[in-house]
Each structure stands twice: as C-alpha cells, then as structure tokens.
C-alpha cells in the first residue's frame, strides 16, 4: 500500500497515556462510548451536581467539625447534622493501581490509566483518576489537586486529579 493512501484511512483515535478526555469521532468507525456516569441518590445530588459545575464538595458536620465522604444523612462522628462545603480540591495520594486492561470502551481508548485513592486535605478519601502525567509517574505520596471537571450527565460530573506542578517522579 502506497504512503498516499495510508494517510487517508480514518485512523482510531489514540488517547495520550494519562489524558482520558473524551475522543474525537473517526469517520467510518463506531462513535467513542462516553464515560459512564453515576445515577445520583438524593443524598447525593448535590455533590455530583457540584462536580458537574467544577465544585468538589464534602460534607461538614455542624456539631463536631468532622469532614467525610461518601454522602451521608448525618455525621458518622457524633451523629450530628451534616451541611455541604467546598472542598480545597488538593490531596494525597494514598493508593494506586495501574490498569492496563479493559476491554470496555469508552476504558479501553484510555489504557493505561491511573485508578487513585486520594486523601484530601479537608480528611476525607475519594477515589478518582490522576490524569495529566504519564502513569507510571505517579507514586504514594503523591500531591495532586482536582483541575479537571468532566460533564458525565445532565445531574454529575466527576473530579479528575493532576499532580501538583513541580511534582517529582519516583521510581
């Protein structure tokens, strides 16, 4: 085959290692399948609809000051009232995990991506992705911050996390 009509085959997106933006469509292939997004209980409205408007929210208790995620009726502390505040969006990472297979799309146009538990200041954990490094950059201790909002639905949106600038690689 000639180098002419090599490039116009419509070529499958390809996402760059530790990016998981939505791809773009390729003429003649299947649409990419978009991130599948959650299906919000009332306890939890408020804190994907944050997410979707590029708030990350935790929950505080008005008694006791405790913070914690996921949302809760009352505090898990003392039992108190909880309310809705802004979290800092920074943290730490605590744990990782690499994923290198996935055969579900839209995961599989994303391989390899970085599935991370991350303690933010405020104290709660939440699990989310370190996106804007190469994967196998990313290390415990880590410190990254939520920069990156993506809309997954008309009710929620999800945090994505990137590590700090002036981040060093471990390995």
Same mark, same amino acid.
């Not at 959650?38 to 409205?45: L, M």
């Given at each position: 085959?000639?180098?002419?009509?090599?490039?116009?085959?419509?070529?499958?997106?390809?996402?760059?290692?530790?990016?998981?933006?939505?791809?773009?469509?390729?003429?003649?292939?299947?649409?990419?399948?978009?991130?599948?997004?959650?299906?919000?209980?009332?306890?939890?409205?408020?804190?994907?609809?944050?997410?979707?408007?590029?708030?990350?929210?935790?929950?505080?208790? $008005?008694?006791?000051?405790?913070?914690?995620?996921?949302?809760?009726?009352?505090?898990?502390?003392?039992?108190?009232?909880?309310?809705?505040?802004?979290?800092?969006?920074?943290?730490?990472?605590?744990?990782?995990?690499?994923?290198?297979?996935?055969?579900?799309?839209?995961?599989?146009?994303?391989?390899?991506?970085?599935?991370?538990?991350?303690?933010?200041?405020?104290?709660?954990?939440?699990? $989310?992705?370190?996106?804007?490094?190469?994967?196998?950059?990313?290390?415990?201790?880590?410190?990254?911050?939520? $920069?990156? /909002?993506?809309?997954?639905?008309?009710?929620?949106?999800?945090?994505? /996390?990137?590590?700090?600038?002036? /981040?060093?690689?471990?390995?």
């Amino acid at each position: 085959m000639s180098a002419s009509k090599a490039s116009k085959t419509p070529q499958a997106p390809q996402a760059r290692p530790g990016d998981m933006r939505p791809l773009a469509e390729v003429p003649g292939e299947r649409p990419p399948k978009p991130r599948p997004a959650p299906v919000p209980d009332p306890e939890a409205a408020q804190y994907w609809a944050a997410m979707g408007e590029g708030r990350l929210l935790v929950q505080g208790c $008005t008694r006791c000051g405790n913070r914690q995620l996921y949302p809760r009726q009352h505090c898990l502390t003392c039992r108190g009232p909880v309310e809705w505040v802004e979290a800092s969006g920074r943290g730490t990472v605590y744990s990782y995990t690499v994923i290198r297979q996935n055969h579900q799309r839209p995961f599989r146009d994303w391989i390899p991506y970085v599935v991370a538990l991350v303690d933010l200041e405020e104290g709660p954990r939440i699990m $989310t992705n370190v996106v804007g490094c190469d994967p196998e950059d990313v290390y415990v201790g880590m410190t990254v911050e939520a $920069t990156r /909002f993506d809309v997954l639905s008309d009710e929620a949106g999800i945090a994505l /996390f990137e590590p700090v600038p002036g /981040f060093e690689h471990r390995g």
